[in-house]
Each structure stands twice: as C-alpha cells, then as structure tokens.
Nanobody, 130 residues
Framework: QEQLEESGGGSVQAGGSLTLSCVVS???????????MGWFRQSPEKEREEVAH????????YYADSVKGRFTISTDNNKNTLYLQMNNLEPADGAMYYC????????????????????WGQGTQVTVSS
C-alpha cells in the first residue's frame, strides 16, 4: 500500500489562495494508466465529499460544482506529487482536506466516493475566515 502525505493547509481570509500538496511514496514513472488521484474534504458533522480528481492516464479531470473555476488539480510527475490549487477561497471551503489514490481509471466525468479509493493521506486543515 502506497503512502500519501498532504501539506499546504493553513488559515486564510476569504478571497485568498492556498496550494495543497500530496506526496506519494510510489514513483510516478512506474505508472502508465489505470490510476486515479483525488482530493476530498470533510467538515465536522458532514460526510467526506469529493472536491476533484484526475485520471493519470487520460489526464481527464473532474471538479465538484462548488469549486469549479476556482480550484485546479494537477500533478508533478518528477516529484511524485499531486496538487490542489485553491483560489478565491470561501468560508464554506474550510475543512480537512485529504488526498487519495486508486489503481483504477477515474471514469468519465462523474463524482467518485471515498469507497472508490483505498489509499488515503492523514489530511491537512484549511480554515477560511470571512
């Protein structure tokens, strides 16, 4: 089982930006296809929800409607790292953010659930003040 480690969380004011990183213990050079990487978030008393995912093979991406146009998911294959660039943050974006991976294609543009991902990081906290 690969290990995932998130970083980059913090406290910002509404309208600010943060970039989350997720370092994967597996070398991306060993991956050619059938690998899905995602970001989820969870607030207290709420279910964990998917924010975005990217298919490593096709490079297709998916974004939740609530973050579309503000967040960007990407990878740096030389650094074995998944990113989530978050711009124009809103108080509702405040949550614990988790990265997750799965050895399967992401599928075609529909949201995925936490049960689709067997590997998870420990999370990084994002707080957005109004």
């Amino acid at each position: 089982q690969e290990q995932l480690e998130e970083s980059g969380g913090g406290s910002v004011q509404a309208g600010g930006s943060l970039t989350l990183s997720c370092v994967v213990s597996r070398s991306f050079s060993s991956i050619y296809t059938d690998y899905c990487m995602g970001w989820f978030r969870q607030s207290p008393e709420k279910e964990r929800e998917e924010v975005a995912h990217i298919d490593f093979g096709t490079r297709n991406t998916y974004y939740a409607d609530s973050v579309k146009g503000r967040f960007t998911i990407s990878t740096d294959n030389n650094k074995n790292t998944l990113y989530l660039q978050m711009n124009n943050l809103e108080p509702a974006d405040g949550a614990m953010y988790y990265c997750a991976t799965a050895w399967r294609p992401c599928g075609s543009g529909y949201p995925l659930t936490p049960t689709n991902f067997p590997a998870w990081g420990q999370g990084t906290q994002v707080t957005v003040s109004s």
